[in-house]
């Protein structure tokens, strides 16, 4: 059991799978507890044995695995209201389980117990006590979670306090505070923290949800206030508007607060963790997500960029190695000569500010990007149009022409086929090929063609392509911007194309994106 000064309880596995449309399987389940073990969190909340056969399972299979930071957590609740806590089945479970620590959830709130639980007060305090007591004295560390803590609290601070004392006298050896609704403020949770620290020896802690936007602020508030254990789950994820995020507490405990709760080497796996998670989960990564995600240490003004340049803690509040994430630098039409000298030096071409092509360049950029080509999210386009301007090189195929000829069919089944006309290497070739679109058939066709002379080809596929109508008031004439991202199985780059016909923009696209696996190929 860790010694830090603050303790991490992660609860993604329990109150993170209540977010709409999350579930795991049980080895997923184990496969994010372990990676969380690496990450190096005290404590990871399993789920709620007594809910359903494949929580069970999930213990069981964890009995199997060994953690090195980490310890186990079994969730349940107080008994129920007429029962003795010996009879309790759901307290059987937990006092029956391998888990050393358990977690179970009391009542807090007058309106709660007369609204919803029809329970009085007196019996409430019972029940949390009886259960208490029970699991202590079979051997298990307690931690009580006060639900509806804070709006308790609120409501009427003595019983809130009192439900707290009830635990804490039996033998909690946590109490912690749940904002369940999300709607404290922080400085009203600083506030009840700090009183409640004063009152109890016991250590406190919190676990807030993020329906006011505010529960990682919340979290670090009631830390600075006190409490020594903080409850939340990667990524936010939660019932409602989710939980406290731990992958934004955990770096603004340790960089910003100054508390080791995990070390340096287990910090930098940080954004390795986040999208782990996330991946497993099968939920989008937010690009914008602070510490991790993709855009938070990307740069595209020329003034921030030139600023970066000279001093990077000018616009990055942490050094972006710290957390395992990059900084990055865009190219589009804010962009000065900085970030096209940037750019050109990460891939490789040598020049100086003063060079004239730099200017050339981003002059060239700026024109493409009026037009509505973008950058940003097409990397293999970009290094394309650099190398092109910094270092010409023949074109490894030339088009003669291609033909696209969509058939409907009487039985409802549509038939696209493409003729592709290239020269490569000298040699001119006629590929035909049937896709389930155009863009499809025009790059079978294509890798059919070329794909003799440079066989790497073959492993590269199109993992996405997006289409966005730029000027919509146009209808049916509007420029079309197309995106492709494809993908060698080891690395992904995006190309862009950009017509008002929808068939040329993915030509575009799709030579580049070939293009540059072609270089790619001769760069290994």
Known sequence: MSEASVQLYDT?????????????SVEEKVRIALKLDELGIHFIEGGFPASNPKEVEFFACMERERLTNAELVAFGMTRRKGLRAEDDPGLQVLTDCHQQTVAIVGKTWGLHLSKVLHVSRDENLAMIEDSVRLLVGRGKRLVYDAEHFFDGYHDDPEYALRTLAAAADAGAAALCLCDTSGATLPGQIAETVRAVVARFSVPVGVHIHNDSDCAVAGSLEAVAAGARQVQGTINGYGERCGNANLVSIIPALVLKMGLPVISSEQLERLTETAHFVAGICNVAL???QPYVGKTAFAHKGGLHVAAIEAAPQTFEHVDPAQVGNAQRVLISELSGKGAVLRKAHEIGLQLEGDDERVAGVLKHLKELEHRGYQYEAADASLELLLRDALKPHKPLFRLESFRVIVEKREDGTTVVEATIKVHVGG??????????GPVNALDTALRQAIVRKYPHLADIELVNYKVRILDEAKGTGAV??????ASDGEDVWGSVGVSENVIEASWQALVDSIEYGMLKGRKA
């Open 12 to 24: 993604t596995l329990r109150d993170g799978m209540q977010q709409e449309g999350m579930s795991l």
């Open 286 to 288: 937010w690009a914008h």
């Open 427 to 436: 040699e001119r070739i006629i590929s035909t090929a049937e896709g389930n």
């Open 480 to 485: 079309t911007r197309v995106l492709l991202d």
